[in-house]
C-alpha cells in the first residue's frame, strides 16, 4: 500500500524530535561538572557519533522491516513479542509522553522570561493540548504543519548560529584538546553527562516509527535517517560552540534557559526576549512531532493485543485519534508531577536501554535471517555497531551509578510493563475461547 506521510514530512520528524529541549538547556546541567570547553565540544560530538552509528543499524532494520512501531516491530520481531511489547509499552508511558512534558516545560519556561505572570506548566498543558487537535484532523494539515514547522526551526537556528559567532563578545575560548580534557572526558561526570546529550540526541530513529505511513518507506526511512542525524549533529555542535563563546559559564551553571543567556549577550536584552519567543514556537514543532510518531507505537499495540483494541481505532482521516489522546494525557500528568531533571534523567536511560537492545538485533537478525532483504546494510558493519553497543553500554552503567534513582524509576515502568504483558496475554487468550 502507498502511504501517505512524504519524505520531507518523514525528515522533518527526525529533525524535529532530535532538535528540541536537550539542546537549548543540557549545557546548563553539563557545566558544574566539566570544565573544560573542549571536553564540552567532546560531549555532543560523541553525542552525534552513537546516534549517527546507531542511525546506521536502524537504517537496516527500518528498510527490512517497514512496519509502523519503531522497536516495537523490530524487537517482536528479532527477540519475543514480550521484547517488542516492552518497548512499546515504555514508548506508550514515557517514551515519548516525557519529552512531550519535558518540552512542553522548556517551551512555558521561555515563554515565561518574555511574558511573566504565567506559569510554565499552564502554558505547556495548553500548546500539548492545541497541537494534539491539529495532528487528530488528517495527513495534509498535520504533515504541513510539521514540515513548515521544522524548517523554520532549522532556519532560525542557523541564524543564530551566524550572528553568535559574528559577535564581538568578551568572552574568548578555546575548544583545542588539553589534558585536562582527556581527564574530564574519562570521568565519572562526563558519562552522566552524556545523559543530557543523549536526551537531546533522541529521535533520530523516528521515521521508523512510522514506516509503515512512509512512500517508499526502503529508501525514505533509511534516507531520512540519515540525513536528519547528520544535520543535527553539525547544528547542536555549532549551537553549543557559540553558547560558551557568547556567555560566562558562571552564568549557565545548573540553568535551563542557556540559550537565553547566550542571546543577552548576542542580541541585548530586548532581544534575547525575543529568541526566547523563537526558541517557544520552535519547541512547538518538537511536540507535535512526537505527537505525529508516539501514538503510532500506542496503535501497535492496540492492532496486536485485542485487550488494548480500543487504541488502534482511527477516524475517517486514518488518523489514530484514542492513541494520539492518550498519550497526551500522560504527557500532561507527567507536565504537572515530575521535575524537568528527572524527566531528563530516567528516559534517557531507558531509552538507551531498548536502542542497545535494537542495534544488537542486527547482529541477531543477520544471522537469523540471512536471506532477508535488506534494501540498505548498516554501513561500516560490524565495526559501526559494535561501537555504539560499547558507548552506550558504558553510558548506562555510569548512569546507573551516578543517577540510582531515575535509573529505578525506568527499570519499574518496565517491570510494571512485564505485568501488563502477562496480563493482556491471559485476558486475550479468555477473550478468544469464550468466542468460540
Known amino acids: ?44 560530538l560523541i553525542g552525534g557519533i552513537v546516534a549517527l552509528f546507531g542511525a546506521f543499524a536502524y537504517s537496516e532494520l527500518g528498510a527490512a522491516l517497514p512496519r509502523s512501531g519503531g522497536e ?31 518540552a512542553a516545560w522548556a517551551l512555558g519556561s521561555y515563554f515565561s522570561t518574555v511574558i511573566p505572570g504565567y506559569s510554565p506548566q499552564m502554558i505547556g498543558a495548553v500548546v500539548i493540548i492545541l497541537v494534539t487537535i491539529v495532528q487528530s484532523i488528517n495527513y495534509a494539515i498535520g504533515g504541513g504543519f510539521q514540515t513548515v514547522a521544522t524548517a523554520i526551526k532549522v532556519i532560525l537556528i542557523i541564524v543564530f548560529i551566524v550572528f553568535g559567532l559574528l559577535c564581538a563578545c568578551n568572552t574568548h ?6 589534558a585536562q580534557t582527556y581527564t574530564d572526558v574519562f570521568s565519572a ?23 509503515g505511513e512512509v512512500d517508499n518507506p526502503k529508501r525514505n526511512i533509511p534516507l531520512s535517517i540519515l540525513v536528519g542525524t547528520l544535520l543535527v549533529t ?50 512547538v514543532s518538537t511536540i507535535s512531532s512526537m505527537v505525529i510518531v508516539g501514538p503510532r507505537v500506542i496503535q501497535m499495540i492496540g492492532e496486536d493485543y485485542s485487550i488494548f483494541k480500543v487504541l488502534s481505532h482511527k477516524n475517517s ?21 515530575s521535575s524537568f531533571k528527572m524527566i531528563i534523567t530516567y528516559i534517557s536511560f531507558t531509552l538507551s536501554l531498548f536502542t542497545t537492545l535494537t542495534v544488537l538485533g542486527v547482529f541477531i537478525l543477520r ?63 479468555n477473550k478468544e475461547i469464550k468466542s468460540l
Open 234 to 283: 553539525v547544528l547542536y555542535i555549532m549551537v553549543n560552540y557559540v553558547f560558551l563563546r557568547t556567555a560566562p559559564v558562571e552564568e549557565m551553571k545548573g540553568v535551563n534557559e542557556v540559550a537565553f543567556i547566550s542571546a543577552k549577550y548576542i542580541f541585548g536584552d530586548n532581544g534575547a526576549k525575543l529568541i526566547s519567543l523563537i526558541i517557544s514556537v520552535l519547541l
Open 72 to 102: 516495537y516491530n523490530f524487537l517482536s520481531e528479532i527477540y519475543h513479542p514480550s521484547v517488542g511489547f516492552l518497548s512499546g509499552w515504555v514508548s506508550a508511558t514515557i517514551g515519548f509522553a516525557a519529552p512531550i512534558a519535558a
Open 173 to 178: 575560548i578555546s575548544v583545542m584538546p588539553t
Open 367 to 429: 544471522y537469523q535471517r540471512p536471506d532477508l532483504e535488506r534494501p540498505y546494510k548498516t554501513w561500516g558493519y560490524p565495526v559501526t555497531p559494535a561501537i555504539f553497543l560499547i558507548l552506550n553500554c558504558w553510558f548506562l552503567w555510569f548512569v546507573f551509578k551516578g543517577e540510582p534513582g531515575a535509573a529505578l524509576i525506568g527499570l519499574s515502568v518496565m517491570a510494571l510493563g512485564l505485568l501488563v504483558y502477562f496480563l493482556a496475554k491471559f485476558l486475550s487468550k
Open 317 to 337: 482521516n486514518g488518523i489514530p485519534v484514542i492513541a494520539i489522546a492518550s498519550q497526551s494525557i500522560i504527557a500532561l500528568i507527567l507536565l504537572y508531577t
Open 189 to 211: 561526570p562526563f558519562a552522566v553527562s552524556l545523559v543530557y546529550v543523549s536526551f537531546a540526541y533522541s529521535g533520530w530513529n523516528a521515521s521508523s516509527y512510522i514506516a
Open 1 to 44: 500500500m502507498n502511504g501517505k506521510i512524504k519524505f520531507p514530512t518523514a525528515l522533518s520528524v527526525v529533525i524535529a524530535n532530535m532538535i528540541g529541549t536537550g539542546v537549548f538547556t543540557s549545557l546548563g546541567y553539563q557545566l558544574p561538572a566539566i570544565t573544560d570547553f573542549a571536553a564540552i565540544i567532546a560531549l555532543w
